[in-house]
């Protein structure tokens, strides 16, 4: 049995879902404790719930510690993902995004065809915005082999959540290593300003800031299309906008949520102004894309090499997780203003 201590560098609620994806994956049984331990309302809350029940449900794993508030929780997984229909109800507005950071590992482990409903946030502060993960990190993930298609259906804003994604994942193993070492030239800048339940200038006014700030930076010849979404199905009222580069090589990108008293005007200019920076430095894999990427570079058959603007604390974390469960090498190095990040993975394969 492979004990974790869930208070480990970022300590938050990432740990706990790669620990129980990893354990499912590779049929260990995991101990994890002291989870959220630094957190203000520490151990499971219950969008965490949701991720562990339906990773357990999957492999048919003996669970313990499952219930609001637990700082222990121990999976001993006792079979093999299938594929199939599911639906997920997170039942609050916990992030569809990182719910879906947890279970796409498993669910590419099975040996056909899974289509996966997921009820709950799209669009919440403290998680990527469902788009981000969509237009970002599936494709990044596509350099591993992963196979994902995503459509939203309809979004959902805190507090009510309510949103609705379907993704269709294809069994993708074993995984290829990736370099993504080099972004190449910058060939074009897309995005999507959308609001939900509110007037349409909005988004408009959230795309002409964004336009702006970029144009500003020098970025203008680059912007390809922004697109304005108010279409899309939605519980609640919220807005907001995802930016993104379209390198040669990679994709980064950025985003903003609007809030009740902050101008349209703001949340355009926030985006516009986080992707500037992203795009002035280079790098291949923005910083929020890095720590997702650690997991599949530690399964993936052969050297992993990436290089992003910084190594956050989520992404020290995940190279601490990966690396005691699975057994793969890391190497981690600071070259000028980047991080260098490399794995040599174990090749995982179901059975």
């Known amino acids: ?8 560098g970022e300590g938050g609620g990432q740990l706990l879902r790669y620990a129980v994806a990893l354990a499912a994956l590779l049929n260990k049984e995991v101990s994890i404790y002291n989870i959220r331990a630094k957190r203000d309302n520490p151990g499971l809350r219950h969008q965490h719930l ?5 990773i357990s449900e999957l492999v048919n794993a003996e669970i ?29 507005a916990g992030s569809a995004s990182l719910f879906l950071q947890a279970v796409i590992p498993v669910l590419a482990s099975t040996s056909s065809e899974v289509i996966l409903r997921v009820k709950g946030g799209t669009d919440v502060k403290w998680a990527p915005p469902i788009q981000y993960f969509h237009y970002v990190l599936l494709r990044l993930l596509k350099e591993f082999g992963v196979k994902v298609d995503l459509k939203l259906l309809r979004r959902g804003f805190y507090p009510q959540g309510g949103g609705l994604v379907e993704v269709r994942v294809h069994p993708s193993y074993p995984l290829q290593a990736v370099s993504l070492t080099r972004s190449g030239e910058l060939e074009e ?40 979404d108010t279409e ?13 580069g379209i390198y040669e090589h990679s994709v980064v990108g950025a985003d903003a949520l609007g809030e009740r008293g902050k101008k349209a005007e703001i949340v355009g200019r926030e985006a516009a102004d986080k992707l500037v920076k992203v795009l002035q430095h280079g790098a291949p894999i923005d910083s929020h894309a890095l720590d997702n ?9 052969g050297v992993s090499r990436v290089v992003s603007s910084e190594m956050t604390s989520h ?11 699975t057994g793969a090498r890391f190497n981690v190095r600071d070259e000028e203003h980047s991080v260098a990040v490399e ?4 090749g995982f394969q179901p059975l």
């Open 50 to 54: 949701s991720v562990v029940k339906t």
């Open 293 to 301: 990427l650690i997991l599949y570079m530690s399964l993936a058959k």
């Open 343 to 346: 794995a040599e993975g174990v």
């Open 315 to 325: 992404a020290e974390t995940a190279v601490w997780l990966c690396s005691r469960i």
């Open 189 to 228: 800048i897309r995005g999507v300003s959308y609001v939900a339940n509110l007037p349409r200038h909005i988004a408009e006014r959230q795309a002409a800031a964004a336009t702006e700030t970029l144009r500003q930076a020098g970025l203008g010849s680059y912007i390809s299309e922004i697109e304005i």
């Open 232 to 244: 899309t199905p939605a519980v609640g009222v919220g807005s907001g906008i995802i930016l993104t």
């Open 64 to 92: 313990k510690g499952l219930y609001v508030g637990s700082m222990e929780l121990f999976i001993k997984p006792r079979g093999k993902p299938r594929g199939g229909k599911l639906e997920v109800d997170i039942g609050t």
């Open 1 to 8: 049995m492979i004990e974790i201590d869930g208070s480990y």
